[in-house]
């Protein structure tokens, strides 16, 4: 067996890897000596390439002339992206640097020839972009190598290709893959500093390595991680000294004691959700719009065909539905997340395609899904809060659509409440006389079937298995909505809840873990009557009633500058002491 080097420059090889950092900041006006960058670019020549093509080449650019035209190509990019941002990103995106472009004294292009080595190009003709994976190797080994001799790399993208392909004189069958900024740099962060601004977070190994077969997640020589188990385990109490120093900092905030009524208590639960006083800024915000199918439809529930969940969710990524225009004014973003919607959807930019199944069964006849498909949806749900709070999210708003959901809500929440089918289902987008009589029958039928209770019958048993009953009766949405709201409350960030069906979602993730109502804020009520029920038995004060009946998340974006107020108040409102007002005697 071969051996591996010495521990020394073992040592050497992981930490030029650990230290290696994407430089946009500090660069020094030094030239690079011709000899440094020689080797840099000999290292990034040694790259692996597909079928030894060697796709790659490099123009090395030192004239200013040329840069500040390269720079301005960047410039207007840079501001449409910005331009497209919401609110709070588009403050955070101002504070960022994503270029040196004029600040380095070269840049390094690297190109891609994917016709190098001609026909037989080994791998390549079954896999042609492992030509572009190639010269991505190459423009790994510089940055090393740049690394180790003390240059700073900046990796700039905000090009249009063939702008910057003309601006460099490439050749029509060749195409930029990376446009670089070098310099030496008196120090590197220890941190990538979109991690250090809050931009991101890095994910952990664990989420990214996966035994066997994608989704089972196991480090080498340990078990399979249950993902579900591993959520409910990680959702703690809040912290009750966070909380008694956010209620003290309120009497003595320059105020009168309670002058700020329920919001003084949204500011104490932000403390104790993450533990600090005061708690950090709910922003930026993104809205999860969970989309799914009901096989409880087929029982007459809803005028509504059940394609317009698939329409409507097409409006939603267009941009033209009322979350779209109400996340615009709170400055949040919208992302639509497909569970379970009975249709094949096109990716477009925004749409997360995590579909489990096309739509689920008809409860009245048996399970809405299987147990599997319902841990399935809540460990979907939860990963799409984590890599929402990895992105830099720092709120989580839910959101739905799914024609015939207000019947599965209701069948959840008297399930879980024991509350009576009639008192619960509601009109949900406006029905008539006989189909509302039908409603609360298919509820009652549906219970029924699942023995959780005679219908009508008060005080229905509160289930022990929360899945079994998301199973029983639950959409893909409502299970992911409440993996969704349990992912919150795993990584301490506050979820605001939407109406009746992320209530009926909150109460499945309650039943699994009670400590996570910490997160959770009630966004609106809704003028569906099992929501009220659902926010009493939660124990949840709603911020907004409004008569709202819409469902998407249009309650809880209404509800987001509340809760971003009531942390931001906690914050920066000056004390009696320390703005030297005289307390009232
Ligand atoms: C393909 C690619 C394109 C990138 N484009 C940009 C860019 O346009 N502007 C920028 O500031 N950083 C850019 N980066 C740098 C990343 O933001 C950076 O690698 C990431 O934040 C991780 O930080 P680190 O490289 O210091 O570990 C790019 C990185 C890669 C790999």
Redesign the pocket.
Known sequence: MAEGYPQEQRDAVYRVIAE???V?QGFRPDPVPPEVLGRVLAAAHQAPSVGFSQPWDFIVITDRARRERVAALAGRHRDAFAADLPGARARAFDRL???SILDTPVNIAVSCDRTRGGRHTLGRATQPRTAEFSSVLAVANLWLAARAEGLGV?????FDERELAAELGLPAHVEVI?YLCVGFVDQFAPE???ATAGWARRRPLSWAVHAEEFGRRAMPGEEPVDQLADVLAAIVPPDAEAMAAARERQDRMTKPRGSLGVLEDVSVRLAGLAGSCPPPLPEPACVAVFAADHGVHAQGVTPWPQEVTAQMVANFLAGGAVVNAFAAQAGAEVTVVDVGVAADLEPVPGLLPRKIARGTADFTEGPAMTRDQATAALVTGAEIARDLVAAGNRCLVTGDMGIANTTASAALICAFTGADPADVTGRGTGIDAATYARKIDVVCRGLDRHRLGAPGAPGLPEPADPVGVLAAFGGFEHAALAGFILGAAALRIPVILDGVIAGAAALAAVALAPDATAACFAGHRSAEPGHAVTLSYLGLRPLVDLGLRLGEGTGAVLALPLVQSAARALRDVATFDSAGVAEKS
Do not use: N, Q
Not at 154 to 158: A, M, R
């Open positions: 290696r950092r994407d946009r640097k994503i270029e900046g990796w700039v993208s905000f990376a990538p500093e979109l």
